[in-house]
């Protein structure tokens, strides 16, 4: 009485099979597009602003100016976009049901979500270091054409910003899709995102003189898009771009083994 | 073939699924009967590997339905109305099923003629009306070809062509020798659908039995006469051991003898008589009957209503 069984090649089914079906997966819903094109829009949009501002500095001298860090800002828009679809990669199977379409294809839960996590991570990095090189350019055409100090890859430290910047974003897009395996609600994964990323910092600063050297914001425009040390003393040394990368992979897998304990744990 | 042996499953103090065991075998369509809220969609989540028992198993030809090799080539499921994302085409939400189980995307397209929805398949799969989403529902279970299929209240909602489709579609898997397995609480759907019944009520099982089985079970087999000689008839028949009860201006209402017996009694004593109905249980009737006291949610006067039919 067996029908395609029969027919079946043999072994089953491996990871290679379901990532091929969740890159049609992202590919195929309209999260995608609009996230990766508010990004693209947004985030150009700012280092163009931000750097054309830098034309005519207010001190009227370019003392501390990093011409690197300028033409990356406008990725802290990335930031926030990248965890919009981290968390949406997630929530979206449920908040349709697919879900446990999904796991009833491939009931192997680790498995799935190793080829799950891994799709999302490859995507978010190369999206979000050709957006760092895009933005880099953008901004050095921009200062170089205003007679600003610029900088080009070849300048110490540009390089590790610009590739930096992109892998950064892309962590910082995993541990919202942690968060959304946590929440599995699209609403509460991108508030916890937008509220650990962007409000914490604002409250922790209002309550004393916290250490802020080790929230994520902070890291990526302090540690990991400059490339010059930060000014006069009595300011706390930002993190060196390593650490402050490491400590954001750190928070990413933090997020991603919670959810996926639960992830493997909970009923679907 | 499904098997559950003692499936238990419970949310915090509630026991939702309580020692359930049944066989589902090939070739016939297994009804899937209980109330609302008696645990049908949590065995049959169970069955497939999203939900898990808190003790007892639920095998698929004798395997974990996680320990499947190819899933969906062995198992096609229909657990919710939309378990599509609304922003993909009936198309991709296929091949994306069809890639996980590395199923040729030719059967994409023959499964979407099967169903009827060639011509929307390139249509973003939320404005499909109810109805079309459960036929991309049932496209996708037998997008694998698998021998084993379930369904979970798979006509809800639809209209009336829709259901005889539906209800089609399963006798027709299950005549090529496939396990369907379809839980309703629509008893008369399951009346024209199943052959054999699994019953439950508050998550523990009522009856395991065939649909004919069923119904003749629950006794109730009875004979409607009507007569302008109640009066005689009603000592003649109590005489010889039937039940006789009075219905409205000149009926009665026979249990224990059947119709022929009636009718050589009207001709032995010259009896008129005007009208003889058989009338057999439905199986609405035998499914109240049993699962009287298993309904978790019922309101009193229907409740009130019901004992007293029964006591009729």
Avoid at chain 1, 185 to 213: K, Q, T, Y
Avoid at chain 2, 217 to 222: F, L, P, T
Wanted: charged share 15%; hydrophobic share 45%; glycine share 12%.
């Amino acid at each position: 009485m067996a029908y395609a069984i029969q027919n079946a090649p043999g072994g089953h089914y491996r990871t290679k099979h379901v990532v091929k079906s969740e890159v049609l997966k992202m590919l195929t819903v309209r999260s995608t597009a609009i996230t990766v094109g508010l990004t693209v829009v947004a985030g150009l949009l700012v280092t163009g602003l931000v750097a054309n501002a830098s034309l005519h500095p207010a001190s009227g001298s370019y003392l501390g100016f990093d011409p690197t860090q300028t033409s990356l800002i406008g990725l802290i828009v990335a930031g926030l976009t990248g965890g919009v679809f981290g968390a949406l990669l997630i929530t979206g199977e449920y908040s349709s049901g697919t879900i446990r379409a999904t796991i009833a294809a491939t009931p192997k839960r680790p498995l799935l979500l190793v080829a799950k996590i891994g799709v999302a991570a490859v995507a978010a990095v190369v999206f979000c270091e050709l957006l760092s090189f895009v933005s880099f350019f953008l901004g050095q055409a921009i200062l170089s054409g205003g007679g600003a100090p610029s900088a080009n890859l070849g300048t110490p430290g540009a390089l590790r910003a610009v590739v930096m910047t992109g892998v950064f974003i892309a962590l910082m897009a995993l541990m919202s899709f942690g968060f959304g395996l946590i929440v599995r609600n699209s609403a509460a994964a991108i508030a916890s995102f937008a509220g650990v990323v962007f409000v914490l910092p604002l409250v922790m600063h209002g309550i004393s003189e916290p250490d802020l050297r080790y929230v994520p914001t902070n890291i990526l425009t302090n540690s990991i898009m400059s490339t010059v040390n930060q000014g006069p003393g009595g300011i706390v040394q930002p993190l060196s771009p390593s650490v402050g990368l490491l400590l954001m992979a750190i928070y990413a897998a933090a997020s991603l083994a919670v959810g996926a304990v639960l992830f493997v744990r909970r009923d679907a | 073939m499904i098997t559950a042996h003692s499936l238990t499953k419970r949310y915090g103090a509630a026991t939702a699924v309580d020692n359930l065991t049944f066989e589902v075998p090939p070739g016939v369509v297994t009804g899937f009967l209980g109330p609302n809220g008696s645990g049908k969609s949590t065995t049959m989540r169970m069955i497939m590997g999203l939900d898990y028992p808190d003790s007892g198993s639920a095998l698929i030809g004798g395997k974990p339905y996680p320990e499947l090799a190819w899933p969906l080539r062995e198992v096609g499921g229909l657990l919710e109305a939309k378990a599509f994302h609304p922003a993909r085409t009936a198309r991709n939400h296929l091949r994306w099923l069809a890639l996980t189980n590395d199923i040729p995307l030719r059967r994409v397209d023959e499964v979407l003629d099967q169903v009827g929805l060639t011509s929307v398949a390139n249509r973003r799969a939320g404005k499909f009306s109810l109805g079309m989403g459960q036929r991309l529902g049932i496209a996708a279970t037998i997008l694998g070809d698998p021998g084993v299929l379930l369904f979970d209240e798979p006509v809800n909602g639809l209209d009336p062509e829709g259901i005889r489709w539906v209800r089609h579609f399963l006798r027709g898997l299950a005549a090529e020798g496939r396990t369907v397995f379809v839980s309703s609480h629509l008893i008369s759907e399951m009346a024209l659908t199943a052959d054999r019944l699994v019953v439950i009520g508050r998550g523990r099982l009522i009856a395991e039995t065939s649909v004919v089985d069923f119904i003749s079970r629950s006794g109730g087999a009875a004979v409607r006469l009507v007569t302008p000689d109640v009066a005689e008839f009603s000592s003649a028949l109590t005489a010889i051991g039937a039940r006789v009860s009075y219905g409205d201006a000149g009926s009665l209402t026979v249990e224990g003898l059947a119709a022929p017996q009636i009718g050589d009694v009207a001709a032995r004593d010259g009896l008129r008589v005007h009208e003889l109905t058989p009338i057999t249980a439905s199986l609405e009737d035998a499914f109240m009957e049993l699962t009287r006291d298993e309904v978790e949610y019922r309101p009193s006067t229907l409740a009130g209503a019901a004992v007293a039919g029964g006591k009729e």
